[in-house]
């Protein structure tokens, strides 16, 4: 599936796989589930440049910056990125790694705190402690997603979903309801990464990338959901400063957001962190509609993990290049011309900047 | 029933703390702050130099979450249960994982005082339990 994707994309560049010399993935999961020799071996790519960054969900965001460098330098002419996902249908599925972190095992999974929904509703609960998070916003969040992605037909869920069936929703790890949590997908998705120039004489319309920030904050992956201050992610922040520096562009200036939503706690986290509206104020900003697709900041156009599919960020990547290819159908922003895309993988974080070419 | 993990060495003396009916933490014996889970270093100063240091069993509730849907196969026969995450009130950094009645669920807020025991099961890692005050 993923050789299957990354040939689509390098074709759908209007390239063929001898144009590419670069090879990008995030540095933990496809390592060891998809490498990148593969890759190149059944699609004849011989490499100059090699790469990996980060833990699943912020690789796809900060890719960029890597590939930018090569790039500039010469190292590599055309660099693709992959990242591919079967917890789906993969024994334990997204929970099986916790079997990475050793105290995990015998401080946390005795007491049956594991699996991300419960770590995820630990930090709801006390926001809500914090803050007040009336039930509705977290809902108003589920909703704004699904009603994006039953406008594109791709979308792995295709039910409707009413407040009233929200909060009805089957309870998970209270407060978060069925609702609140990601699908679960196998799936996969890849982009091809070149100069402005080269990027200009293929066939399709090329995105900028405008500007990128990774940052990780000085904490274990063993301690990040139950020792730091749960009302927040680390890391938010500084990447999203780094990448509007590194892009010369403002909040105002962004027109659509994409953001890593593996529940709907996490998007409202970020929202707050990435600096759109103050700490505390994130579910209100959601219910008043700024995050609606006519709102001020459009958020998961496509509907997201909640609604489209949970590929730990990938398509996000590519929902912003349909936006700012003017490519998103009945989802379209109009005018959209900055997008932002954001990837967590606490205690690590990506924000990636896309222009209209 | 779920049978106890391989505990790492650097783990230990937390479950032979517990063994006693102690709670014990990593302390630096430099700058004297304690730091969790288990580290090779202090992350406040980076010093090698830590020792166990005994704490009272008493903790301030952070967080809570009543898990309804089970994770894993041995989770299945205890939904829904309640895990909650307190402060250690002698040792400042510290965030324990916990169990917690889940008849308390109603009287459960943010900063409640309470003790901690705990739970000792044949095959099993010990537990440490919550019990909120005011419900003595």
Partial sequence: MVVDAVLAAILDAGLTPADVDGIMS??????VTVPHDYVA???GITRTYDATISYGGAAMMCAPLLAAQAIKSGLAKVVVFYFGVDWGSRPGGPYGYHSLY?????FEQPYGYSGQPAYF???ARRYRETYGLPQEHLGRIALNQRHNALLNGRAQVKAPLTLEGYLNGRPIADPLTLNDCCVIT???GAYVMTS???ADSCARRPVRVLGAGYAAEAITADDVFSQPDLTRFPAVQVAMERALASADVTRDDID?????DCFSISCLLQLEGLGFCKRGEGGAFVAEGHTALDGKLPVNTHGGFLSYSYRLGIEHVLEAVRQLRGEAGAAQVKDASVGLVTGLSVPEYGALLLGRA | MISAPEV???????????SRDHLAFPQCEECHRFHWYPLQRCPHCTSPRLTWTRVAKRATLYSWTMIHHPFTEADAARVPYLVGLVDLVEAKGVRLVVSIDRQRLPQLAAGLAGGLTIEHRPGELDRVAFTPDASR
């Fill in chain 1, 41 to 43: 071996g059944q699609l």
């Fill in chain 1, 256 to 260: 659509f957001a994409e953001i890593y």
């Fill in chain 2, 8 to 18: 790492m060495a650097e783990f230990r003396p937390f479950f032979e703390a517990t």
């Fill in chain 1, 102 to 106: 050793p105290a995990k095992g015998v």
């Fill in chain 1, 26 to 31: 995030d540095s933990i999961i496809m390592p």
């Fill in chain 1, 121 to 123: 509703a630990m930090m």
């Fill in chain 1, 186 to 188: 196998d799936g996969v």
């Fill in chain 1, 196 to 198: 402005d120039d080269r």
